[in-house]
T-cell receptor, first 116, second 113 residues
């Protein structure tokens, strides 16, 4: 059974700092790895998706990497801003074969606070 | 605007009552999903559907039921058999090919007293 762990559980940084959020998974046979942002009381916003055949994806100040062999993904946020404060969730997609395709297993999230 | 809508945003029910949460999408996605989120925990999959008139149990299906009569709609019923129904419920949808990237609705917060 896939298990996803996110470290740290919470992170507080000053504005402008570069930071890394970590995500590890136990089953390397994932189909994709998706990073989400969640603001308090809101739904999830997809940030980046990395296919199993890819090593990284970039969007603006965000860069996500995937290393299936070590069971790890990282989300790098450059030049952090107070508006980046939110909970960040990673989720591993199950292998696309059979009937389980599309299923995501989520980590518990990292609560990020960027203070001015 | 394309997207996923969930209604209502907040829902209050008495213990012992069944309640149905709405989820509608106009993204023309084939697959739809229901997740539950509790404080301090990640999202857990309740049910998912890959095609109309078909659905599969997720990891925590006990006490829940779903239907998929239309491609754009996937309502979730929380029955009186669900022991701890108070939670934040999130609906998502995706294509069933290519990236399977999931898109989420705004959620419904259910409180049962």
């Amino acid at each position: 059974k896939q298990e996803v762990t996110q470290i740290p559980a919470a992170l507080s940084v000053p504005e402008g700092e570069n930071l890394v959020l970590n995500c590890s998974f136990t089953d390397s046979a994932i189909y994709n790895l998706q990073w989400f942002r969640q603001d308090p009381g809101k739904g999830l916003t997809s940030l980046l998706l990395i296919q199993s055949s890819q090593r990284e994806q970039t969007s603006g100040r965000l860069n996500a990497s995937l290393d299936k062999s070590s069971g790890r993904s990282t989300l790098y946020i450059a030049a952090s801003q107070p508006g980046d404060s939110a909970t960040y969730l990673c989720a591993g997609g199950h292998d696309a074969g059979g009937t389980s395709y599309g299923k995501l297993t989520f980590g518990q999230g990292t609560i990020l606070t960027v203070h001015p | 605007d394309g997207g996923i809508t969930q209604s209502p945003k907040y829902l209050f029910r008495k213990e012992g009552q069944n309640v149905t949460l709405s989820c509608e999408q106009n993204l023309n996605h084939d697959a739809m999903y229901w997740y539950r989120q509790d404080p301090g925990q990640g999202l857990r999959l309740i049910y998912y559907s890959q095609i109309v008139n078909d659905f599969q149990k997720g990891d925590i299906a006990e006490g829940y039921s779903v239907s998929r009569e239309k491609k754009e709609s996937f309502p979730l019923t929380v029955t009186s058999a669900q022991k701890n129904p108070t939670a934040f419920y999130l609906c998502a949808s995706s294509w069933t090919s290519d990236s399977y990237e999931q898109y989420f609705g705004p959620g419904t917060r259910l409180t049962v007293t």
